[in-house]
């Protein structure tokens, strides 16, 4: 396993640690393997910013139907496109059962992302993701609101990279945190977590 991989893994258990702060939460064990039962304190904020359309986006977007939220970045080398790939997958597997769930990507690294940019790296693999991107201040108050980790890097020829939790977060209909599907979760547990979201 390459090291930039293990690494977003690392970031991603933290950021699901990071979510029991300030809250209780425990695992319970179901025939699917371990699931996040709800008891964590509040995530979401209020924000305004555009989806990959261009139109004017808020957090209602995320109440009313199942959703899906990842955070990531159109240059990320291979977990953001990976798990795009993998969202497309399920989403297919799922078919008409699946129709409820809404997908988001929300970039960290709007700075690069516009919402062409956003258009064309989601439309690629998928119409059902759906890109939002906008002011840094107000990426940074989402990502603060849902306990998200990012950190700009560095690199040597002057550009930069992202690190970033690379946990999908499933919000249930009332806009409320039901858990987490991990990277590289096995995909019969990934598709079982979204279905027991469609339920609730």
Known sequence: ???????????????????????????????????????????GTPF????????????????????????GFTNCPEVCPTTVYEISNWLTTLGEEGEPLRVFFISIDPERDTPEMLSDY???????????TGPQEEIDKLVLGWRVFTRKVPLDDGDYTMDHTASIYLVRPDGSFQGTIAYGEDTDVAIEKLRLLLKS
């Open 1 to 43: 396993m390459q090291l930039k991989t293990i690494r977003y893994i690392l970031w991603g258990l933290v950021g699901v640690a990071v979510l029991g702060v300030g809250g209780a939460y425990y695992l319970n064990k179901t025939g699917s393997g371990m699931n996040l039962v709800p008891m964590v304190a509040k995530l």
């Open 122 to 132: 989601l439309k690629a693999q998928s119409e059902r993701v759906v890109g939002i």
């Open 48 to 71: 305004n910013l555009v989806d990959y359309n261009g139109e004017p986006i808020t957090e209602k977007a995320f109440e009313g139907h199942p959703t899906a939220l990842f955070f």
